[in-house]
C-alpha cells in the first residue's frame, strides 16, 4: 500500500498522467472537427482525390502502428521528404507529436461511422433545408451534424480508446522521452521493461479509469 | 435580373440529359392558382420541379417567374436553391426527426419577428396545432404532410412546388388534405406546381394543367381545356 501512495504521488507519474489527459482532450477536438468535415466529404465526394483522402485517413486501421510511425517520421523528420522541401514543422520527439499519433490512430475510427451515417437520407434532408433557405454551412450544422451526431459520438469513444493506447506511432514520433513524451501507455511499457510489474498495474487502473469516465461522457453527451 | 417579358408568369424552356432520358420541356403557366404537371411516372414531372427548385441544374435554357430569372444558361445566371424562396413539399415530406413539430415549422420561417403569430395561424389552419411538440416519427402520413405544407409556406415562398403530395396516403387521407391545398393559392397568395399521375387530382385541385410524357410536354392549357380531352380510362392518352 505504501508503494503504491509513493506511487501516485510520485511527480513524474503525474507529468505522464497530465500528458495523456492534454493529449486525449487536443485529439477529441481535433477528432470532432476533422472527422465530421472528412466524413462529410468522402460522403459526398466520389472523386480521386475524395478515394486518396479516404485511403489515407484508413492506412492507420489496417497498416501496423509502427509502420505508420516510421512513415510519419520519414516525412516529418529533420532530413525527411518534407524538410527537403523546406517544411519544418516540430512535431518529432515533441508533444506535438504525441498529439498528432493520436489524432492519426483514432481519426479512421470516427471518420468511417460518419462516411455511413451520412447516406441519402441526410442528403434528402439536406435538400429540404435548402429549399427552406438554409446555405451550405447552415445545412451542415443544422442538418448534417445533428443527424449524425450518434455514430459521431460512437466514433469518438472508440478514437479515445485508440489514443490512449496508442504506443506505436507515439513511440516512433514522440520518442519515448522520459519527463517530455511518455504517455502512460508507454510508461506502462517502461516500468514492464523495469520489471516494476506493480507501477504497470497502477498505470493500468489509470488508463482504464480514464477510459471508463471518458466513455461514459461520451455516451452521454451523444444520446443528447 | 428582372425584365417585363413574361410578368407574372412562369416560364419555363429547359433542357436536360438525365442518364439516357432527355427532358426537354418548354411551358408558360399563370402565376397564380394551381397548375399541375400531369404524366406518368418517368415522364420527367419530378425532375422539371427539381430544376425549379434549383436542386437539379438544367444544361441549358431559361427559367423566370413573374420576370425575374432564376434560371439563364446563356447570361450563366443560376440563383442558388436557398435564395430562389421556392417552398417544395416533397413526395416522403423529408421532416427533420431530431427536431420537434414546432421546431420543423419555424426552421425556415423568415417572419422571426412574429414567428408565433404567423406559427400559430398556419398551424390552425392547417388542423397541426395540437400537434407542434410531437416529433415528425409520431405523425400519420396525413398529419406529417400537412406539417410539410406548413413549413413551407413559414417560409414564405413566392412560388410552391408540390411533388406528389397524396401519393402515400389512403383515400380518407387524401380526402383529408385536398381542401387543404386547394386553399394555398389564395389565402397565401402564392402559387403552386403540383406534380400528378392521377386524374382524380388533377381534377379535383387544377387551375391549369401542362401534361408530360417522354420527357416532353405535350400539351398545355387550363384545365376546363384540357381535362373534357384527357380519357379518365386512360389518363395520358387523348380521347378521339
Redesign the interface.
Known amino acids: 500500500m505504501d508503494r503504491i501512495l509513493e506511487l501516485l504521488s510520485d511527480k513524474d507519474l503525474a507529468f505522464t498522467i497530465a500528458l495523456t489527459a492534454k493529449t486525449c482532450c487536443i485529439a477529441v477536438a481535433l477528432h470532432a472537427i476533422f472527422g465530421l468535415l472528412i466524413g462529410y466529404y468522402l460522403a459526398r465526394k466520389k472523386s480521386f482525390c475524395a478515394a486518396l483522402i479516404d485511403l489515407m485517413v484508413t492506412l492507420p486501421l489496417v497498416f501496423p502502428p509502427i509502420g505508420t510511425g516510421f512513415i510519419l517520421l520519414l516525412m516529418f523528420g529533420r532530413n525527411g521528404v518534407l524538410g527537403k522541401l523546406g517544411i519544418t514543422p516540430e512535431i518529432i520527439f515533441t508533444e506535438a507529436g504525441v498529439v498528432t499519433a493520436a489524432f492519426i490512430a483514432g481519426l479512421p475510427l470516427v471518420v468511417k461511422p460518419i462516411q455511413s451515417a451520412i447516406e441519402k437520407e441526410v442528403f434528402?434532408?439536406a435538400?429540404?433545408?435548402?429549399?427552406?433557405?438554409?446555405?451550405e454551412v447552415q445545412v451542415f450544422f443544422?442538418?448534417v451534424v445533428?443527424?449524425v451526431k450518434r455514430s459521431l459520438g460512437a466514433g469518438l469513444i472508440l478514437a479515445v480508446g485508440r489514443s490512449l493506447g496508442e504506443v506505436g506511432i507515439t513511440l516512433m514520433v514522440g520518442g519515448n522521452i522520459i519527463g517530455k513524451t511518455n504517455t502512460i501507455s508507454l510508461e506502462v511499457y517502461n516500468s514492464v521493461m523495469d520489471a516494476d510489474f506493480l507501477r504497470a498495474g497502477v498505470l493500468c487502473l489509470i488508463l482504464g479509469s480514464i477510459s471508463v469516465c471518458v466513455f461514459f461522457a461520451l455516451r452521454r453527451l451523444s444520446a443528447l | 435580373m428582372y425584365n417585363e417579358k413574361g410578368a407574372h408568369k412562369l416560364n419555363v424552356n429547359v433542357q436536360k440529359r438525365l442518364g439516357t432520358t432527355l427532358i426537354k420541356v418548354a411551358f408558360e403557366v399563370p402565376e397564380e392558382g394551381i397548375t399541375v404537371l400531369y404524366g406518368h411516372s418517368g415522364a420527367g414531372k419530378t425532375s422539371v420541379i427539381n430544376m425549379l427548385s434549383g436542386l437539379i441544374t438544367p444544361d441549358s435554357g431559361t427559367i423566370s417567374l413573374n420576370g425575374k430569372v432564376l434560371f439563364d444558361s446563356a447570361t450563366k445566371i443560376n440563383i442558388p436553391t436557398h435564395k430562389r424562396r421556392a417552398g417544395y413539399i416533397f413526395q416522403d415530406k423529408r421532416l427533420f426527426p431530431f427536431m420537434s413539430v414546432r421546431k420543423n415549422l419555424l426552421f425556415g420561417c423568415r417572419n422571426k419577428k412574429n414567428d408565433k403569430m404567423v406559427l400559430t395561424n398556419i398551424a390552425e389552419l392547417l388542423g397541426i396545432a395540437d400537434l407542434l411538440d410531437r416529433k415528425p416519427d409520431s405523425l400519420s402520413g396525413g398529419e406529417g404532410q400537412r406539417v410539410a405544407i406548413g413549413r413551407a409556406l413559414l417560409s414564405q415562398p413566392e412560388y410552391l412546388l408540390m411533388d406528389e403530395p397524396l401519393s402515400s396516403l389512403d383515400q380518407q387521407r387524401k380526402n383529408e388534405l385536398i381542401p387543404y391545398i386547394k386553399q394555398i393559392p389564395d389565402k397565401f397568395n402564392v402559387p403552386v406546381i403540383l406534380v400528378t399521375h392521377s386524374y382524380e387530382e388533377a381534377a379535383y385541385l387544377a387551375d391549369h394543367i401542362v401534361l408530360l410524357d417522354g420527357g416532353e410536354v405535350t400539351c398545355n392549357g387550363t384545365s376546363e381545356q384540357i381535362l373534357p380531352q384527357i380519357s379518365c380510362q386512360s389518363p395520358l392518352s387523348f380521347a378521339v
Not at chain 1, 435538400?127 to 446555405?135: D, F, I, V
Open positions: 434528402k434532408l435538400e429540404a433545408a435548402k429549399t427552406l433557405g438554409k446555405n443544422l442538418i445533428p443527424a
